[in-house]
Protein backbone atom coordinates (compact mmCIF):
# COMPACT_ATOMS: atom_id res chain seq x y z
CA UNK A 1 0.00 0.00 0.00
CA UNK A 2 1.52 2.88 -0.89
CA UNK A 3 2.21 6.12 1.48
CA UNK A 4 -0.03 9.40 1.59
CA UNK A 5 2.60 11.53 2.31
CA UNK A 6 5.48 12.13 0.04
CA UNK A 7 9.33 11.56 0.40
CA UNK A 8 10.43 14.75 1.72
CA UNK A 9 7.53 14.90 4.06
CA UNK A 10 8.64 12.30 5.50
CA UNK A 11 12.02 12.91 5.38
CA UNK A 12 11.35 16.30 7.30
CA UNK A 13 9.41 14.20 9.68
CA UNK A 14 12.10 11.69 10.77
CA UNK A 15 14.63 14.35 10.70
CA UNK A 16 12.70 18.25 10.88
CA UNK A 17 15.30 20.86 10.60
CA UNK A 18 15.64 23.83 13.02
CA UNK A 19 13.96 22.36 16.10
CA UNK A 20 13.70 24.04 19.59
CA UNK A 21 13.83 27.34 21.00
CA UNK A 22 16.19 30.43 21.18
CA UNK A 23 16.88 31.86 23.93
CA UNK A 24 16.22 35.54 24.39
CA UNK A 25 14.35 35.79 20.64
CA UNK A 26 13.90 38.65 18.67
CA UNK A 27 10.12 37.63 18.45
CA UNK A 28 7.82 34.59 18.92
CA UNK A 29 4.78 33.31 18.36
CA UNK A 30 2.49 30.22 18.58
CA UNK A 31 -0.42 29.09 17.03
CA UNK A 32 -2.97 25.96 17.13
CA UNK A 33 -3.46 23.92 20.66
CA UNK A 34 -2.12 20.72 22.04
CA UNK A 35 -5.57 19.89 23.41
CA UNK A 36 -7.26 20.47 20.09
CA UNK A 37 -5.03 18.99 17.47
CA UNK A 38 -1.81 20.64 16.19
CA UNK A 39 0.18 23.48 17.78
CA UNK A 40 3.39 25.38 16.54
CA UNK A 41 5.81 27.83 18.38
CA UNK A 42 8.14 29.82 16.40
CA UNK A 43 11.13 31.71 16.99
CA UNK A 44 13.03 34.62 15.37
CA UNK A 45 16.73 36.46 15.08
CA UNK A 46 16.43 39.40 12.87
CA UNK A 47 19.20 41.67 12.14
CA UNK A 48 18.06 45.43 12.66
CA UNK A 49 19.85 46.51 10.06
CA UNK A 50 18.94 43.93 7.21
CA UNK A 51 15.90 42.66 8.71
CA UNK A 52 16.69 39.16 7.83
CA UNK A 53 16.18 36.13 9.47
CA UNK A 54 19.26 35.21 11.01
CA UNK A 55 18.01 32.13 12.69
CA UNK A 56 14.57 30.37 13.68
CA UNK A 57 13.57 27.34 15.48
CA UNK A 58 10.08 26.02 15.81
CA UNK A 59 8.67 23.70 18.66
CA UNK A 60 5.98 21.27 17.35
CA UNK A 61 3.10 19.58 18.88
CA UNK A 62 1.33 17.17 16.30
CA UNK A 63 0.93 14.54 13.87
CA UNK A 64 4.04 13.99 10.73
CA UNK A 65 2.33 16.74 8.63
CA UNK A 66 2.50 19.18 11.35
CA UNK A 67 6.36 18.35 12.14
CA UNK A 68 7.54 18.45 8.46
CA UNK A 69 5.75 21.79 7.29
CA UNK A 70 7.27 23.48 10.58
CA UNK A 71 10.60 22.25 9.44
CA UNK A 72 10.04 23.17 5.37
CA UNK A 73 8.87 27.09 6.90
CA UNK A 74 11.63 27.42 9.00
CA UNK A 75 14.18 26.39 5.89
CA UNK A 76 11.97 28.37 3.26
CA UNK A 77 12.14 31.41 6.14
CA UNK A 78 15.97 31.73 7.07
CA UNK A 79 18.60 34.13 5.07
CA UNK A 80 14.92 35.81 3.60
CA UNK A 81 14.40 39.39 5.07
CA UNK A 82 10.91 39.97 6.50
CA UNK A 83 9.06 41.18 3.90
CA UNK A 84 10.02 38.36 1.31
CA UNK A 85 9.01 35.90 4.45
CA UNK A 86 5.96 37.04 4.45
CA UNK A 87 4.89 36.34 0.87
CA UNK A 88 6.13 32.28 1.77
CA UNK A 89 2.38 30.71 1.36
CA UNK A 90 0.63 27.62 2.51
CA UNK A 91 0.43 26.39 -1.24
CA UNK A 92 4.10 27.08 -1.58
CA UNK A 93 4.94 25.16 1.78
CA UNK A 94 2.93 22.15 0.58
CA UNK A 95 4.28 22.22 -2.92
CA UNK A 96 8.10 22.86 -1.32
CA UNK A 97 6.75 19.43 0.20
CA UNK A 98 5.68 17.50 -2.98
CA UNK A 99 2.19 17.86 -1.62
CA UNK A 100 0.28 17.40 1.38
CA UNK A 101 -2.59 14.71 1.12
CA UNK A 102 -5.94 17.28 1.60
CA UNK A 103 -6.82 16.32 5.36
CA UNK A 104 -3.56 17.92 6.33
CA UNK A 105 -3.41 20.67 3.93
CA UNK A 106 -4.70 23.04 7.60
CA UNK A 107 -0.78 21.75 8.94
CA UNK A 108 0.80 23.93 6.12
CA UNK A 109 -1.72 26.49 7.04
CA UNK A 110 -1.02 26.49 10.78
CA UNK A 111 2.92 26.91 9.47
CA UNK A 112 2.56 30.13 7.64
CA UNK A 113 0.17 31.88 10.03
CA UNK A 114 2.91 30.93 12.81
CA UNK A 115 5.47 32.40 10.83
CA UNK A 116 3.33 35.50 10.02
CA UNK A 117 2.72 35.91 13.65
CA UNK A 118 6.26 36.28 15.02
CA UNK A 119 7.08 38.45 12.15
CA UNK A 120 4.50 40.66 13.16
CA UNK A 121 5.89 40.63 16.88
CA UNK A 122 8.93 41.32 15.28
CA UNK A 123 7.23 44.21 13.77
CA UNK A 124 5.53 45.42 16.49
CA UNK A 125 8.14 45.01 19.19
CA UNK A 126 11.03 46.96 16.63
CA UNK A 127 8.72 50.11 15.77
CA UNK A 128 8.02 48.66 12.33
CA UNK A 129 4.27 47.73 12.76
CA UNK A 130 1.28 50.03 10.95
CA UNK A 131 0.49 52.61 14.07
CA UNK A 132 -3.40 51.22 13.52
CA UNK A 133 -2.03 47.75 14.25
CA UNK A 134 -0.97 48.66 17.38
CA UNK A 135 -3.19 51.17 18.52
CA UNK A 136 -4.45 50.50 22.18
CA UNK A 137 -8.38 50.04 21.06
CA UNK A 138 -10.52 47.50 21.99
CA UNK A 139 -10.54 45.75 18.48
CA UNK A 140 -6.74 45.51 18.66
CA UNK A 141 -7.17 43.97 22.45
CA UNK A 142 -9.62 40.84 21.40
CA UNK A 143 -7.10 40.49 17.86
CA UNK A 144 -4.18 39.72 20.21
CA UNK A 145 -6.28 37.66 22.94
CA UNK A 146 -7.59 35.27 20.24
CA UNK A 147 -4.01 33.82 20.63
CA UNK A 148 -4.55 33.57 24.19
CA UNK A 149 -5.18 30.10 24.73
CA UNK A 150 -7.85 28.79 27.62
CA UNK A 151 -6.24 25.38 29.46
CA UNK A 152 -9.04 24.20 30.30
CA UNK A 153 -10.20 23.31 26.96
CA UNK A 154 -7.75 24.10 24.53
CA UNK A 155 -8.79 27.48 22.94
CA UNK A 156 -8.79 30.74 22.91
CA UNK A 157 -10.39 32.74 25.58
CA UNK A 158 -12.68 35.02 23.03
CA UNK A 159 -13.65 31.49 21.39
CA UNK A 160 -15.10 29.75 24.51
CA UNK A 161 -16.43 32.79 26.24
CA UNK A 162 -13.87 33.08 29.00
CA UNK A 163 -13.41 36.97 28.22
CA UNK A 164 -16.55 38.24 29.73
CA UNK A 165 -15.57 42.30 29.24
CA UNK A 166 -12.77 44.25 28.17
CA UNK A 167 -12.49 48.33 28.96
CA UNK A 168 -10.22 50.84 28.24
CA UNK A 169 -9.67 54.22 30.22
CA UNK A 170 -6.14 55.84 30.57
CA UNK A 171 -3.96 53.68 29.02
CA UNK A 172 -5.26 50.74 31.56
CA UNK A 173 -7.28 47.52 30.24
CA UNK A 174 -9.52 45.87 32.38
CA UNK A 175 -10.68 42.29 31.33
CA UNK A 176 -13.59 40.19 33.02
CA UNK A 177 -12.21 36.23 33.10
CA UNK A 178 -14.40 33.46 33.57
CA UNK A 179 -12.08 32.06 35.85
CA UNK A 180 -11.78 31.44 39.88
CA UNK A 181 -8.72 33.50 40.95
CA UNK A 182 -7.56 30.62 42.86
CA UNK A 183 -7.82 28.15 39.86
CA UNK A 184 -4.05 26.42 38.84
CA UNK A 185 -3.68 27.72 35.67
CA UNK A 186 -4.70 31.47 36.88
CA UNK A 187 -1.27 33.16 37.68
CA UNK A 188 -0.54 31.73 34.01
CA UNK A 189 -3.43 33.24 32.22
CA UNK A 190 -2.53 36.61 33.79
CA UNK A 191 0.85 36.13 32.67
CA UNK A 192 -0.18 35.21 29.10
CA UNK A 193 -3.16 37.94 28.45
CA UNK A 194 -0.36 40.47 29.57
CA UNK A 195 2.88 39.02 27.11
CA UNK A 196 -0.32 39.34 24.41
CA UNK A 197 -1.05 42.99 25.00
CA UNK A 198 2.71 44.09 25.64
CA UNK A 199 3.10 45.74 21.86
CA UNK A 200 0.24 47.79 22.24
CA UNK A 201 0.86 51.40 22.15
CA UNK A 202 0.12 53.33 25.16
CA UNK A 203 -0.40 50.40 27.39
CA UNK A 204 0.40 51.16 31.16
CA UNK A 205 -1.44 47.99 33.01
CA UNK A 206 -3.72 44.88 32.52
CA UNK A 207 -5.68 44.43 34.72
CA UNK A 208 -7.86 40.83 35.33
CA UNK A 209 -10.97 40.65 36.85
CA UNK A 210 -11.38 36.64 37.83
CA UNK A 211 -15.15 35.92 38.12
CA UNK A 212 -15.78 32.78 40.23
Known amino acids: M ?28 SEGSPLCGDMVTLYLKVDPKTHKITDIKFESYGCASNIATGSIITEMAKGKTIDDAKKITWQKASDELGGLPPVKTHCSVLAVDTLKSAIQDYEEKHGLAKPEDIALTEENVKRKLKHVIDPRNGKDILATGAVKAVSIESGIVSIELDM ?5 FANNMKDEITEALENLTGIKEVEIKFLG
Do not use: L, T
Not at 3 to 27: C, L, M, T
Not at 180 to 184: A, I, L, R
Open 2 to 29: SSPYSYKVIKHFQHPKNVGRIEKPDAKA
Open 180 to 184: EKSHQ
